[in-house]
C-alpha cells in the first residue's frame, strides 16, 4: 500500500485569524446545517429523531421513548462468540437492523438452526437474505411486507414514523435475485389482517420488525405465538429502547404477563428476544 506524505502547513494563521479558529467555525456551521436538517426534512428518519431526543434528554426534558425495564444479557451469554456466520451486505441503511444485532441474530440462527423462520417487516431484505445465508440448507424463509403506500389503511394505529420504511422503493430488493431466494418466501399484507393460517405451528423463530406502534407490537406478538411450532421457538423483536411503542409494549408483556417473564433485552442493541421451550 502506498502512503501519501501530508505536509504540514508552515503557518498556524490564514489572514489573520489562526486556522484553528477557522476549523471551528467551519465545523459550527456544519453543525448549524446538519441541525436545520435534523429539525426538518430528518424528522422522517428514526436516526435524526433519536439525536433530537438525545438532545432533549442531554438538556433535562424526559424522553417519550419509556425506560427499558426488561433484563438485559450480553451477547456473549446468549450466543458463543465463535460462532462462525456469514454476513450478507454489512453496510446497512436506515431502517435495516443495527450490525451488531445482525451478528447477534445470525449466530442465534447458526446455533439453533430453525427449519421455519418469520419475519414480519421485509422492508429491503438486508435481514431476510442474511437469514436464508446462516440457516440450514433446508430450513425456509417466509417474510411479510405491508406494499408501499398502504400505511394510512393500516387496520391498528401506526407510528407517525413508520411512513417513512412503507415507501420503500422495492421490498426485498436485497435478496432478488440472489441464489438465496429459492430458500426466502415472500407475501404481502398488514400484519393485522394478514391470514397467519397456512403458517401457524410451521416456524421455530419469528422476528418481529413490521409497524412499531404499541397496538401492532401486541398483535404481531400474539400472531408469533400461534406461528411457533408446538409453542416452542424464538420471538425476537427489533427497536427495543428505540420505539415508544416498542418499548412500552415489551415493557408490559414482560412486566405484567407470565408467559413473557423470561424475555430480555441484548445489551448494546435494540434487540430483545425470548425462548418458548
Ligand atoms: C423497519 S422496516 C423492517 C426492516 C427489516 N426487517 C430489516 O431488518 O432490514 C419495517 C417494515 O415493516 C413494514 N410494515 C409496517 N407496517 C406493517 C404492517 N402493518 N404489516 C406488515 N408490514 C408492515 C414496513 O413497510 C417496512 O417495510
Redesign the pocket.
Known amino acids: 500500500m502506498r502512503i501519501m506524505r501530508v505536509t504540514c502547513p508552515q503557518s498556524n494563521h490564514l489572514g489573520g485569524l489562526p486556522i484553528r479558529v477557522l476549523r471551528t467555525a467551519k465545523k459550527y456551521l456544519y453543525a448549524l446545517g446538519s441541525a436545520i436538517y435534523m429539525f426538518t426534512l430528518g424528522m422522517r428518519h428514526t436516526r435524526e429523531r433519536m439525536h433530537v431526543y438525545q438532545i432533549a434528554d442531554w438538556h433535562g426534558y424526559p424522553s417519550p421513548v419509556p425506560t427499558c425495564t426488561v433484563p438485559e444479557v450480553e451477547a456473549d451469554e446468549i450466543s458463543d462468540p465463535t460462532t462462525a456466520i456469514e454476513l450478507r451486505h454489512p453496510i446497512?441503511v436506515d431502517?435495516?437492523?443495527p450490525l451488531a444485532q445482525?451478528v447477534v441474530m445470525m449466530r442465534l440462527i447458526r446455533t439453533h438452526d430453525p427449519q421455519g423462520i418469520f419475519?414480519?417487516?421485509?422492508?429491503?431484505?438486508?435481514?431476510?437474505l442474511n437469514m436464508a445465508a446462516n440457516a440450514g440448507s433446508d430450513a425456509r424463509i417466509v417474510t411479510?411486507?405491508?406494499p408501499?403506500g398502504q400505511?394510512q389503511d393500516?387496520?391498528?394505529p401506526?407510528d407517525v414514523g413508520?411512513s417513512a420504511?412503507?415507501e420503500?422503493a422495492a421490498?426485498g430488493a436485497r435478496f432478488k435475485g440472489s441464489p438465496l431466494a429459492s430458500k426466502i418466501t415472500q407475501v404481502f399484507?398488514?400484519?393485522?389482517t394478514?391470514d397467519f393460517g397456512p403458517h401457524a405451528g410451521q416456524m421455530d423463530l419469528v422476528?418481529i420488525?413490521?409497524?412499531?406502534s404499541y397496538e401492532?407490537v401486541l398483535s404481531d406478538t400474539e400472531n408469533a405465538r400461534k406461528l411457533l411450532r408446538n409453542g416452542k421457538g424464538w420471538i425476537l423483536w427489533?427497536?427495543y429502547g428505540i420505539w415508544e411503542g416498542v418499548t412500552r409494549a415489551l415493557n408490559e408483556l414482560h412486566g405484567t404477563n407470565p408467559d413473557y417473564a423470561d424475555m430480555l433485552h441484548v445489551k448494546g442493541t435494540p434487540l430483545a428476544l425470548i425462548q418458548f421451550c
Request: aromatic share 12%.
Open positions: 446497512g431502517g435495516n437492523v445482525l419475519e414480519i417487516g421485509t422492508f429491503d431484505g438486508r435481514t431476510t411479510l411486507d405491508l408501499a400505511i393500516a387496520a391498528l401506526t413508520d420504511y412503507s420503500k421490498s399484507g398488514d400484519s393485522a394478514f422476528f420488525d413490521g409497524s412499531h401492532y427489533d427497536d
